[in-house]
């Protein structure tokens, strides 16, 4: 059976600036959304409150995900519900190496222990996909990757982690063209009824990678309107202006 | 005569903080006087040169002044200190020798164990005396001696009056001064030209009686071209009141030879742990020093390697871990005295609940030194905002052509850190400890397997209860 993430009215505030003011979005599981919006409209914030960074503060709404109420449980505990946050800015853990960090982290969302071959065995099919060299899960987290490094890491860790709703928070930044299409590619991989994707991005251009269900617009703090792909080939001829013309709120197109 | 001992409240936290009954067959008066360092001196039947050295010592650790820099030392009273316990046990020449209090002591710290699976040979000191003490038999055939430092000097006079205090003179500072006047036990290695001991010696320092002073004197000598790694752990009981831990230690590595030596220091925290440790480094031999402290009240400790000849290389690893009422004042000291020599200092600390790191470092380069290169590198990191963390790296550079690096970082336990591991499912105490691990990683890694595995153990159990 296909799982739901619901949000609902969603209200979020960061230092006393309320951001959020009634987000409502459901995307289900097995679909693959885009979030599109001009900078600060607030893509991060929604990105980091449905993991639940304690530095963003709901002051009203629901986010509902399997049918459970989220916005009390802390990041681990979401985790193994099966919710996953690729970063935008993933940080640097000195002297932790990324083969230790998958490890333990499979372990504490899935419960138990792998086999070690196993594991390595899916480990390195994922890194052939993502264009990864042997090395590379040696190297400390983050620490010294580029750019595209770092974005790699994290489609590497949605590949070993298995979660059933992925949030991807302006995964495209920073990436060059090859870049952008292995990741694309890696997300296409593990895309399938298993796996509901939200994409959050201010360009288009990921998107003719992977192509969207359902594309949102988030403006001031709201969804303004949902559709389907064609809204992407219209904020592209166009930009956000004249969609925010239409859909945005009244006292902003009356200004 | 049992001691009752009223023990701190949090001594569940610190595993090693049981003690034993005392039984001992001698035990100095409270207190240190010219009287007690020539009981001492006469109960171990030493020659005359050690009686007038001890005496020496003495009359420098009245003139000398407490430091008046580093950690807090004010709370040491000396007049209510015994400097010198004898346990009842004489030393055992096989494990089964060692009385059994005794041994139950060392078996629940693993020291046994230990040996049998991975150590070239064992030491155990309780209180003043080394109490056992094994090397295996193939290393004693290559002319290796390793025994405690009492044994040394009646066994091999000549090497010992020939190298004993000429790293560390009898007045080269208060606590130094102290060590050599009243010093008991310690380790004595000699290590033959050429001879490469491939595996960890081990030496472990017991304190038992409340208000024990513990004043370990150790001798590495490295003849050229050997090798040697020697590792010392240290533990003792809770008490209300405070024990002083003050040792000496004197490396000589010779030309072309190469000293590890490793401290596992894990102090439960009313010691005043106060330890001078100094290395002279000839022609291209390299001396190591890796030092990992945790527990004590108070550390001021800080290794140092004097680069004698051209190719001497020094190097300090260390690591330090404060908790709520414990300062943590280490570092290091490399001096280049000839050219073409190098050094490298990495410290990390770690300070939480209150707990204060200073980082104190030395780099000195003589003028001739030229051509000598330094490289200190820095890290400190706050658990909490309670903690405190300073660095003191001075430089006394007299020498133009020399290459000498400085890297200092301070960090906190940071929001984003802790969030973005528990986004992959691990618990804020997972989490908390996986970054802790990383940032002593340079230095676990840098250890024997079994000894990392121990060091990433005692820091957990030193973060268990941090995180709120």
Redesign the interface.
């Known amino acids: 059976m296909s799982e739901l993430l619901e949000i609902q009215d969603l209200h979020v505030t960061v230092e006393q600036r309320e951001i959020l003011k009634g987000v409502d979005l459901v995307i289900p599981q097995g679909e693959t959304h885009a979030l599109m919006g001009p900078n600060g409209s607030g893509k991060s914030t929604l990105a980091y409150t449905l993991?639940?960074?304690?530095?963003y503060q709901v002051t009203g709404g629901s986010v509902r995900w399997k049918g459970q109420d989220v916005l009390g449980l802390?990041?681990?505990e979401?985790?193994?519900t099966g919710l996953?946050?690729a970063?935008q800015y993933?940080?640097t853990?000195?002297?932790?190496t990324l083969v230790n960090?998958l490890r333990?982290?499979l372990r504490?969302?899935r419960g138990k222990e792998q086999a070690v071959r196993d594991f390595r065995k899916e480990l390195s099919t994922h890194m052939a996909t993502l264009k990864m060299d042997n090395q590379f899960i040696t190297r400390?987290?983050n620490d010294g990757f580029s750019g595209g490094e770092k974005k790699r890491a994290e489609m590497l860790?949605l590949a070993m982690?298995r979660p059933q709703m992925a949030i991807l928070d302006e995964t495209d930044s920073g990436l060059d063209i090859d870049a952008l299409r292995i990741v694309s590619e890696g997300v296409n991989s593990l895309a399938g009824p298993e796996l509901g994707v939200l994409i959050i991005t201010h360009y288009q251009r990921i998107l003719n990678y992977i192509a969207p269900k359902r594309v949102h617009v988030l403006y001031q703090g709201r969804v303004i309107v949902s559709g389907g792909p064609e809204l992407v080939g219209r904020l592209e001829s166009e930009g956000y202006d004249p969609i925010i013309k239409e859909f945005g709120p009244p006292e902003e197109a009356a200004a | 005569m049992a001691v009752t001992a009223k023990t701190l409240q949090n001594s569940e936290d610190y595993k090693f903080g049981f003690h034993d009954q005392e039984d001992y067959v001698f035990k100095s008066q409270r207190g240190i006087s010219e009287q007690v360092v020539r009981n001492i001196s006469t109960h171990k039947n030493e020659p005359e040169w050690m009686t007038k050295f001890r005496v020496r010592a003495y009359n420098h650790f009245l003139k000398r002044p407490m430091p008046n820099w580093g950690g807090d030392v004010a709370g040491i009273d000396f007049d209510n200190i015994y400097y010198y316990i004898k346990p009842a046990a004489e030393q055992g020449k096989t494990w089964g020798d060692v009385p059994e209090y005794i041994k139950e002591t060392f078996d629940k710290l693993g020291i046994p164990q230990a040996e049998r699976k991975f150590l070239a040979g064992v030491s155990a000191q309780y209180e003043s005396e080394v109490v056992y003490h094994s090397i295996r038999e193939d290393l004693k055939k290559m002319g290796v001696v390793f025994t405690d430092m009492d044994t040394g000097l009646r066994e091999y006079g000549d090497i010992v009056r020939k190298y004993f205090g000429t790293v560390i003179p009898p007045n080269d500072n208060k606590f130094a001064s102290l060590n050599s006047a009243v010093w008991s036990g310690g380790s004595f290695v000699h290590v033959p030209a050429g001879v490469k001991v491939d595996i960890p010696l081990q030496a472990y320092f017991r304190i038992n009686a409340e208000n024990m002073g513990q004043f370990e004197r150790t001798l590495i000598i490295a003849e050229p071209g050997s090798f040697v790694h020697y590792v010392e752990g240290c533990t003792a009981p809770i008490y209300s009141t405070d024990s002083l831990h003050s040792a000496v230690v004197e490396l000589i590595a010779l030309p072309g030879s190469r000293i590890r030596y490793t401290t596992i220091q894990n102090w439960s925290n009313n010691v005043y742990n106060l330890v001078t440790k100094r290395a002279l480094a000839y022609r291209d031999a390299t001396v190591e020093w890796v030092d990992c402290n945790l527990g004590s009240k108070l550390t001021m400790k800080y290794p140092a390697v004097y680069l004698m000849e051209p190719g001497a290389h020094g190097e300090v690893l260390s690591v330090a871990m404060a908790g709520a009422g414990q300062h943590q004042d280490a570092g290091a000291k490399m001096v280049h005295v000839a050219p073409n020599t190098s050094s490298i200092i990495t410290s990390k600390s770690i300070a939480k609940g209150g707990g204060r790191t200073t980082y104190r470092g030395l780099v000195k380069a003589y003028p001739g030194a030229y051509g000598a290169k330094s490289k200190v590198r820095c890290d400190a990191l706050l658990m909490d905002d309670a903690s405190q963390s300073d660095t003191y790296p001075y430089m006394d550079i007299e020498e133009e052509r020399v290459d000498v690096g400085h890297e200092a970082t301070v960090s906190k336990v940071?929001?984003?850190?802790l969030?973005?591991?528990?986004?992959?499912?691990?618990?804020?105490v997972?989490?908390t400890n996986?970054?802790v691990?990383?940032?002593?990683?340079?230095i676990a890694k840098e250890l024997p397997m079994e000894y990392a595995v121990e060091l990433n153990r005692l820091v957990q159990l030193e973060m268990s209860g941090s995180v709120g």
Do not use: C, T, W
């Open positions: 993991m639940g960074h304690p530095k802390k990041p681990d979401r985790a193994r996953f946050l970063f993933p940080v853990i000195p002297g932790v960090f333990q982290s504490a969302v400390y987290i860790q982690l | 940071g929001e984003e850190q969030f973005y591991l528990m986004s992959r499912g691990m618990s804020e997972e989490a996986m970054i691990n990383g940032f002593i990683e340079p």
